[in-house]
C-alpha cells in the first residue's frame, strides 16, 4: 500500500509542478499602443506562452507579440525613496519616519522590443511586481530564446 501511495504522491506533485503561472498582473507604461489606461493600475496582464507573448489593457485592447518576432528584451530596476512622505509624518511619530527615510522603494521595469505583424518596430514597457518579476523574466528567456539586457545605473549588461 505504501509504495502506491508514494507513486501517487509523486505523479501529483509533478503535475502540480508542470502547471506553472503564466499569467501575470503588471502596470502598462507606454510603447506602441495608446490606451487611457492609467500607468498606476495593476489590473493589466501579460500571458507567457510558447507560441504568444499576450498582453491585456485595462481597457480592452490586446496586443499580441509573437515570440519569434521579438528582437530584444530589457530589464532595470529604479529604487526611489518617498522623502516627502516621510518628512511629513516625521511631525507626527518621528522615530518611525526616520526609519522609513533609510528604506527603498524597488520597481521592476521590462521593456520588450518586437517587429509587429504590420512590418513596423514595436515596442512595449512594463512594470511587473516585485513578487514575480524573475517568473515573468525566466518565461520570457524560454518563449523568446533571447537573453535579458539588464540595465544597471546607466550600464547594460547581457
Not at 5 to 20: D, E, R, W
Not at 21 to 41: A, I, L, M, W
Not at 65 to 93: E, F
Request: aromatic share 6%; proline share 2%; net charge positive.
Amino acid at each position: 500500500m505504501k509504495p502506491i501511495v508514494s507513486i501517487l504522491l509523486c505523479i501529483s506533485l509533478s503535475v502540480v509542478a508542470l502547471a506553472q503561472k503564466n499569467t501575470f498582473n503588471v502596470r502598462y507604461r507606454g510603447g506602441s499602443v495608446e490606451t487611457k489606461t492609467s500607468k498606476d493600475q495593476w489590473n493589466n496582464k501579460v500571458t507567457i506562452l510558447s507560441d504568444e507573448i499576450l498582453l491585456e489593457l485595462n481597457d480592452g485592447q490586446k496586443i499580441s507579440i509573437d515570440p519569434k518576432a521579438v528582437k530584444s528584451i530589457s530589464y532595470g530596476r529604479a529604487a526611489t525613496r518617498h522623502v516627502a512622505r516621510w518628512v511629513a509624518l516625521g511631525i507626527l511619530v518621528s522615530p518611525i519616519a526616520l526609519m522609513g527615510l533609510f528604506t527603498e522603494n524597488v520597481q521592476h521595469y521590462l521593456s520588450i522590443e518586437y517587429d509587429a505583424a504590420d512590418g513596423k518596430n514595436g515596442g512595449i514597457l512594463i512594470q511587473t511586481h516585485k513578487d514575480n518579476y524573475r517568473n515573468v523574466l525566466a518565461l520570457l528567456r524560454g518563449a523568446t530564446g533571447k537573453e535579458i539586457e539588464i540595465e544597471k545605473k546607466g550600464k547594460v549588461k547581457s
